[in-house]
């Protein structure tokens, strides 16, 4: 049996000499002032095992990591009825553009893109007050996390609203188009929240963890979604969750994954187990830079690429 903290341990003494690479996110202040000298990493596999590394237990913006459980709550009300409002396809461009959006009447081409995840958000609501989707979201991720100490920073929420210009764009133009039920700032109020969650390392790891376990909490032993539909939000996190990064993501770590630009990555193996990095400093394209090196070392050292070993 691979000695997994062995390889957490490796992997941070060799990247410790290289953390505070990249660039913050500096659109709101709240995510320019943190610490670009952080780092922490933690995997859970499917018989309940935690292992952690680093800056593990210090809570960050998940930002658009929550897509991924707002996708599973949108899918658990309306099922595969979904794809009438969302694509499935990579986008290719930024996680803001706008341009597809106009070339496909309203709809956007996957849920991990800004304009897609605001649709699905829009899923969510339905039927509540704004408030309560909100409330509906953290209970699902505390209960998946098995941790009421997740919370959601009400600041970000609050800064995001008052820069989040080009969300507005997006979502008045699938207004235009009849793409969103309700009214742009009621949908958007919410996703500002859920971009706002804050978790840590091990709070995402075990909250996604039953991506990895065939869509079952395997501690509690209790059904979150279906093994397909756990297989098919995996196959949406390959092909679309870095945005314009994701097929580079796909070439060097092989494995399903959610980047947000708060710098974490959360990951799956399938059948084996889920990992969440933490890294503030993003690359080019809006991804935690060291985070990503260190889910290709975990991948390369555990053999665990979807690729094969
Ligand atoms: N709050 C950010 C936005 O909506 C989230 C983007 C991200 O994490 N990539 O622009």
């Not at 957490?8 to 290289?18: A, M, S």
């Not at 080009?166 to 133009?173: K, P």
Request: hydrophobic share 40%; with cysteine.
């Amino acid at each position: 049996m691979t000695d997994l903290q062995a390889i957490l341990d490796g992997i941070y003494t060799e990247l410790k000499p290289r953390i505070g690479e990249g660039r913050v996110a500096d659109y709101i202040p709240d995510l320019a002032k943190v610490d670009p000298n952080q780092f922490g990493l933690t995997v859970t596999t499917v018989d309940g095992k935690i292992y952690s590394v680093g800056d593990s237990a210090v809570p960050f913006s998940i930002q658009s990591i929550s897509k991924v459980f707002m996708l599973t709550l949108a899918l658990g009300k309306v099922g595969e009825q979904l794809w009438k409002r969302v694509g499935r396809e990579p986008s290719g461009s930024a996680f803001n553009s706008i341009v597809q959006l106009e070339e496909e009447s309203g709809i956007p081409r996957n849920p991990f893109i800004n304009a897609g995840a605001i649709a699905v958000t829009d899923v969510v609501i339905s039927g509540h007050a704004p408030r309560e989707a909100i409330g509906e979201l953290l209970r699902f991720v505390r209960y998946l996390s098995d941790d009421d100490g997740v919370t959601i920073d009400g600041r970000v929420a609050k800064s995001e609203t008052h820069t989040g210009f080009r969300n507005f764009a997006l979502a008045n133009f699938m207004k235009a188009y009849g793409n969103l039920e309700h009214p742009v700032e009621h949908v958007l109020g919410v996703y500002f929240h859920q971009c706002a969650l804050s978790m840590t390392c091990e709070q995402l790891a075990k909250a996604g963890l039953f991506l990895a376990a065939r869509g079952s909490n395997p501690v509690a032993g209790l059904s979150v979604v279906s093994p397909k539909r756990a297989r098919r939000i995996n196959a949406l996190m390959l092909t679309c969750g870095h945005y314009d990064g994701s097929g580079d993501f796909a070439y060097h770590v092989g494995l399903p994954g959610k980047s947000g630009v708060g710098g974490g990555i959360f990951a799956v193996a399938p059948g084996i187990a889920s990992m969440a990095v933490w890294s503030p400093g993003l690359n080019k394209v809006g991804n935690s830079q060291l985070g990503a090196v260190a889910l290709e070392m975990l991948a390369a050292r555990t053999g665990w690429s979807v690729f094969g070993d």
